[in-house]
């Protein structure tokens, strides 16, 4: 059933992009991170970023946000190309969310709060309302009972289960999950993957940088292997993990499903 | 035999008697090895020494409501010194009848300072109480209206004074110090250069040569006919001064929040403004709590400075009495005096951010 599951949505999915990134490049200083870095993405497809560390695919996932700046290239998402203009930046931050690899949820404010600055500030929701959202979307990662703690106060696990539900309150159109797994506890990483399942068979557009084969064959449309700044090699989960082309991959396949 | 290993047991269970009680915390603290003990034998001694004639100097031989003279005469502490100026100490050279005006003043700045420590408070209604109360103790101080004469601003001295340059002082160097910090950590160079270039003068510089400048060298720069007043041109040395320092501390709370941070809040789609504003100077400020409230203090005793620009700020009233032929030779008394002052001033702001700090990290 798995197997055949991301063929299924591959027809579904209509020829909608959400994000295109075209002939992009990207330096740090004279290091060049990005080369030639071609994707669309389609509206609820989900895909995976693998590939060795330093082979940019945080900075890939980062650069859809403006979080990361590219140098040439363009990058269009929901419509609206990504230049220097701050308020288009804003506008598809908005659109976007995004859940880091060490949460970075704000330690002064509780998880309530967390999670209604974001629709109260930005998208003036009222204050009940946003709210009202924060709770329903507390109850999706099963940790409504916390929402008047900081923090501190809670596991890895459910701090990032936080702040995946603080990105939906701001229903993006596209997730952006980098690396959301790796700072985690063996035990709990289950806990936050069950919810990025939950999301995506509720269709959520996601890019998500990490190395959970079993998220990838269960969840995603399509696996991309980055290697030294270059898209290497791009298929559906199952021939990427059972039929890999290209040798890097098979060597970093081998790396992690030992 | 049941029953005495029974009792052991229980007897096993109390601590040794050096360890516990009075006997146990004088060897734990007085007395934990040679040198310790050596150094609480040389403080006792010392104590010994100094605290019986301490006390007789300022209690038993001591006059309290009397004349120089009698005082002269009695050898103790003179504290009639204080009580005979008090009023001159306090108010200076306000018109005598009309000390009510600044006592009331004062009597209100310390009532809404007394509101205000409760964090509950901090709403918008607190900040109509503030502008309403500072423009009443402004009308109090000044008059010419509701049939309140008029006192000439040279007038105004003493504590009224020295609370009028602290708390304008301090409240308004607080926010311009943030701004410079946010403005030095700016991606625009002009601001960012702009900001560099004044914190470091002015950190290079003595706040008396600034309140020089302010009193001598600035009325020369203006146009003729139009005067400062010279308590606002002190006021503002004192707040470019604050300021600089300010700005120093709260740069390096800047630069302990996490980038993960900064970049969760852009993620979130909050501008610059939002950011700074609700997730970035919250955290940062909290953290340099100790260090800019010390900034504050010594920025409080720093205004005694103003004696230099012939302000009669508190200091300067004292000296004003010390200087009366009558009151020669006391000034240990009337300096002791003060001293208390400045320090209920200063352990009242160190005791207040320490609640500050205890209360904010309540839930972190």
Same mark, same amino acid.
């Given at each position: 059933?798995?197997?055949?599951?991301?063929?299924?949505?591959?027809?579904?999915?209509?020829?909608?992009?959400?994000?295109?990134?075209?002939?992009?490049?990207?330096?740090?200083?004279?290091?060049?991170?990005?080369?030639?870095?071609? $994707?669309?993405?389609?509206?609820?497809? &989900? /895909? %995976?970023?693998? @590939?060795?560390?330093?082979?940019?695919?945080?900075?890939? *996932?980062?650069?859809?946000?403006? $979080?990361?700046?590219?140098?040439?290239? &363009? /990058? %269009?998402?929901? @419509?609206?190309?990504?230049?220097?203009?701050?308020?288009? *930046?804003?506008?598809?931050?908005?659109?976007?969310?995004?859940?880091?690899?060490?949460?970075?949820?704000?330690?002064?404010?509780?998880?309530?709060?967390?999670?209604?600055?974001?629709?109260?500030?930005?998208?003036?929701?009222?204050?009940?309302?946003?709210?009202?959202?924060?709770?329903?979307?507390?109850?999706?990662?099963?940790?409504?009972?916390?929402?008047?703690?900081?923090?501190?106060?809670?596991?890895?696990?459910?701090?990032?289960?936080?702040?995946?539900?603080?990105?939906?309150?701001?229903?993006?159109?596209?997730?952006?999950?980098?690396?959301?797994?790796?700072?985690?506890?063996?035990?709990?990483?289950?806990?936050?993957?069950?919810?990025?399942?939950?999301?995506?068979?509720?269709?959520?557009?996601?890019?998500?940088?990490?190395?959970?084969?079993?998220?990838?064959?269960?969840?995603?449309?399509?696996?991309?292997?980055?290697?030294?700044?270059?898209?290497?090699?791009?298929?559906?989960?199952?021939?990427?993990?059972?039929?890999?082309?290209?040798?890097?991959?098979?060597?970093?396949?081998?790396?992690?499903?030992? | 035999?049941?029953?005495?290993?029974?009792?052991?047991?229980?007897?096993?269970?109390?601590?040794?008697?050096?360890?516990?009680?009075?006997?146990?915390?004088?060897?734990?603290?007085?007395?934990?090895?040679?040198?310790?003990?050596?150094?609480?034998?040389?403080?006792?001694?010392?104590?010994?020494?100094?605290?019986?004639?301490?006390?007789?100097?300022?209690?038993?031989?001591?006059?309290?409501?009397?004349?120089?003279?009698?005082?002269?005469?009695?050898?103790?502490?003179?504290?009639?010194?204080?009580?005979?100026?008090?009023?001159?100490?306090?108010?200076?050279?306000?018109?005598?009848?009309?000390?009510?005006?600044?006592?009331?003043?004062?009597?209100?700045?310390?009532?809404?300072?007394?509101?205000?420590?409760?964090?509950?408070?901090?709403?918008?209604?607190?900040?109509?109480?503030?502008?309403?109360?500072?423009?009443?103790?402004?009308?109090?101080?000044?008059?010419?209206?509701?049939?309140?004469?008029?006192?000439?601003?040279?007038?105004?001295?003493?504590?009224?004074?020295?609370?009028?340059?602290?708390?304008?002082?301090?409240?308004?160097?607080?926010?311009?110090?943030?701004?410079?910090?946010?403005?030095?950590?700016?991606?625009?160079?002009?601001?960012?250069?702009?900001?560099?270039?004044?914190?470091?003068?002015?950190?290079?510089?003595?706040?008396?040569?600034?309140?020089?400048?302010?009193?001598?060298?600035?009325?020369?720069?203006?146009?003729?006919?139009?005067?400062?007043?010279?308590?606002?041109?002190?006021?503002?040395?004192?707040?470019?001064?604050?300021?600089?320092?300010?700005?120093?501390?709260?740069?390096?709370?800047?630069?302990?929040?996490?980038?993960?941070?900064?970049?969760?809040?852009?993620?979130?789609?909050?501008?610059?403004?939002?950011?700074?504003?609700?997730?970035?100077?919250?955290?940062?400020?909290?953290?340099?709590?100790?260090?800019?409230?010390?900034?504050?203090?010594?920025?409080?005793?720093?205004?005694?400075?103003?004696?230099?620009?012939?302000?009669?700020?508190?200091?300067?009233?004292?000296?004003?009495?010390?200087?009366?032929?009558?009151?020669?030779?006391?000034?240990?008394?009337?300096?002791?005096?003060?001293?208390?002052?400045?320090?209920?001033?200063?352990?009242?702001?160190?005791?207040?951010?320490?609640?500050?700090?205890?209360?904010?990290?309540?839930?972190?």
């Amino acid at each position: 059933m798995n197997n055949e599951r991301p063929k299924k949505n591959d027809e579904q999915l209509s020829a909608d992009p959400i994000v295109e990134i075209a002939a992009m490049h990207k330096w740090f200083g004279d290091f060049h991170v990005l080369k030639d870095i071609n $994707l669309t993405v389609q509206k609820g497809e &989900r /895909i %995976i970023i693998c @590939g060795p560390s330093g082979s940019g695919k945080s900075t890939l *996932i980062r650069c859809i946000n403006r $979080l990361e700046e590219h140098q040439k290239g &363009r /990058i %269009i998402v929901d @419509g609206i190309e990504l230049t220097n203009d701050l308020k288009n *930046i804003e506008k598809i931050r908005e659109e976007v969310g995004m859940v880091f690899q060490h949460f970075n949820l704000f330690p002064h404010l509780t998880i309530l709060e967390n999670l209604c600055l974001g629709p109260v500030w930005v998208r003036k929701t009222p204050k009940a309302e946003a709210e009202e959202t924060a709770m329903f979307f507390l109850e999706k990662v099963h940790i409504a009972d916390q929402a008047l703690k900081y923090p501190g106060q809670l596991s890895g696990g459910q701090q990032q289960r936080v702040a995946i539900a603080r990105s939906l309150c701001m229903r993006p159109k596209v997730m952006l999950f980098d690396e959301p797994t790796s700072a985690l506890d063996p035990e709990m990483i289950k806990e936050v993957l069950d919810v990025m399942i939950d999301l995506a068979q509720e269709g959520m557009t996601m890019l998500v940088v990490s190395h959970e084969m079993g998220f990838a064959k269960s969840a995603a449309h399509r696996v991309l292997f980055m290697d030294e700044g270059e898209i290497l090699e791009e298929n559906i989960p199952v021939e990427f993990f059972e039929n890999p082309q290209h040798e890097r991959t098979k060597l970093f396949l081998s790396q992690i499903l030992h | 035999m049941v029953d005495s290993s029974q009792s052991i047991q229980s007897e096993q269970l109390k601590p040794p008697i050096t360890r516990i009680g009075v006997i146990g915390w004088v060897h734990a603290n007085l007395f934990s090895s040679v040198f310790n003990s050596f150094l609480t034998i040389v403080t006792l001694y010392f104590l010994w020494k100094i605290v019986p004639a301490f006390v007789r100097w300022a209690f038993i031989d001591s006059s309290w409501n009397t004349t120089g003279a009698a005082c002269r005469a009695a050898g103790g502490a003179c504290w009639s010194i204080v009580a005979k100026n008090f009023r001159f100490i306090i108010f200076g050279f306000f018109p005598y009848e009309s000390h009510w005006r600044p006592l009331l003043a004062m009597i209100i700045l310390f009532t809404l300072l007394f509101i205000s420590r409760n964090r509950r408070y901090w709403k918008k209604w607190l900040g109509y109480v503030w502008l309403s109360g500072l423009f009443v103790m402004g009308l109090l101080l000044k008059g010419g209206l509701f049939g309140l004469p008029p006192v000439e601003s040279t007038k105004w001295s003493g504590l009224p004074l020295t609370l009028l340059l602290s708390v304008f002082g301090l409240t308004a160097a607080y926010p311009l110090g943030v701004l410079l910090a946010l403005g030095r950590q700016s991606r625009m160079p002009a601001i960012k250069s702009l900001c560099i270039v004044y914190i470091e003068t002015i950190r290079g510089v003595p706040l008396i040569s600034l309140l020089f400048m302010s009193s001598v060298m600035f009325p020369l720069f203006l146009p003729e006919g139009i005067t400062i007043n010279n308590i606002l041109r002190a006021q503002v040395a004192i707040i470019l001064f604050t300021a600089a320092y300010i700005a120093e501390v709260v740069r390096g709370g800047l630069q302990a929040i996490s980038r993960g941070q900064y970049e969760a809040a852009e993620s979130l789609g909050l501008n610059y403004y939002q950011k700074m504003r609700l997730i970035i100077l919250p955290q940062a400020l909290k953290i340099v709590i100790p260090p800019s409230v010390g900034i504050l203090i010594s920025a409080f005793k720093d205004t005694s400075l103003v004696v230099i620009i012939g302000l009669f700020d508190l200091l300067k009233t004292t000296q004003a009495t010390l200087s009366d032929p009558r009151w020669m030779g006391f000034s240990v008394e009337a300096y002791i005096f003060i001293a208390l002052i400045y320090f209920a001033g200063c352990f009242s702001m160190s005791s207040y951010s320490r609640r500050l700090e205890r209360e904010l990290y309540r839930g972190t």
